[in-house]
């Protein structure tokens, strides 16, 4: 069964150090996690301490300094492996924006702690009630006030901020209406969460959704953050939170692979092993075929996901394919889903076959952290020119 990489050399010993390491966080401790909403401490410490999390971080800060497609590969395998990688991936390319944008003092001061797993940059605060992915329309503020900045409004579907020491926060500085677009006049900042909690302008609440993904709504009353903590020229933030973007949706792309590895290799085995009439259930076409054709539509977004990485790694424009990418991965992930509960039949919907739990999480990324619904807009506006539809 040929469910490697399609490039033989594509990070082999990372990838084979990931999936031994994930064999310490099997199946049964996914399921409890799940079954109490609990965050995977012990896993992202695992990730953390050997070093996997700080993958992206150039080596002169503490990190490995390895490129996107390395990053990829880690996300990959701990999905293929059943385990959960939106407990920790954000921190991937969140510190992106602190690394291209920030002062050299920002960085000296937080990627090596970042690195070394002293702090955990996992928060990303930019949605908001009212605005959704109308980024433009976000109403949280940041004043100016001396040397410092004063936050007041709030953020939802902030996940892992429970389990963060930092946030990087995207706030107005320049009212909407003393500037052209929306998109103008925003910044962001490193929050420090655990000195705005004790301060008590800071009020964090969970969302229960129908997947663990510890997530949040936020509120900021009157939260100070020192003018330091600027990242970058004030009322630009919108441009270098797009600026990590396309890193996004690359990595979860490449999750989304290993989730459909995972589902195809499971529908496999089952296929294999469960006897009905007098033979195995994969000798019908009808069991056979949503396999393989999950299996064939891995394999093309796989492409557009390596693709993607390697326009990225060489500095070029990789809009285009960064969300192509994105959308194929999980259009491929939610098929080899849909086959594993078909194989499955009702078992496929108990607890301890794990399909069920991995069928909710992967049906995440066709929303999140972009709708197939935006890409498929931005496809149409951007790449094939056609006029803008909202």
Known sequence: MALDSLQGTNFPEIRDAVAKLCESFPDEYWRRLDREMAYP???VKALGDAGFLAALIPEEYGGSGLPLSAAAAILEEVQR???????????????????????EEQKRSYLP??????????AFGVTEPSSGTDTGALKTTAVRDGDRYIV????????????????????????????????????????????ARAAGGLTIRPIRTMMNHSTTEVFFDN?????????????????YILSGMNAE????????????????ERSRRYANERHLFGRP???????????????????????????????????????????????????????????????????????????????RETRLYQVAPISTNMILSYLSEHVLGMPRSY
């Open 41 to 43: 401490a012990e896993f």
């Open 81 to 103: 492996a059943g385990c959960n990688g939106s407990a920790c991936h954000a921190q991937m390319y969140i510190m992106g924006a602190l690394l291209r944008h920030g002062s």
């Open 113 to 122: 702690r970042i690195a070394s797993g002293e702090l955990r940059l996992q």
């Open 152 to 195: 007041n409004g709030q953020k939802i579907w902030t996940s892992r901020a429970e389990y963060s020491d930092l946030m990087l926060l995207l706030a107005r500085t320049t009212p909407r209406d003393q500037v052209a677009r929306g998109i103008d006049g925003l910044s962001i900042f490193i929050l420090d969460m655990n000195a």
């Open 223 to 239: 939260v100070a953050i020192p003018a330091e903590n600027l990242v970058g020229e004030e009322g630009k933030g919108f441009r």
């Open 249 to 264: 949706r690359i990595l979860i792309g490449a999750e989304c692979i290993g989730d459909a590895k995972w589902f195809i």
């Open 281 to 359: 259930i994969g000798q019908n076409q009808g069991v056979q075929f949503p396999i393989a054709k999950a299996y064939a539509q891995m394999r093309a977004a796989e492409l557009m996901v390596t693709h993607a990485a390697e326009i990225f790694e060489a500095g070029e424009q990789c809009g285009e394919q960064a969300n192509m990418a994105k959308m194929l991965a999980a259009d491929a992930s939610w098929a080899a889903a849909e086959a594993a509960v078909q194989t499955h039949g009702g078992f496929g919907f108990a607890e301890e076959y794990d399909v069920e739990r991995k069928f």
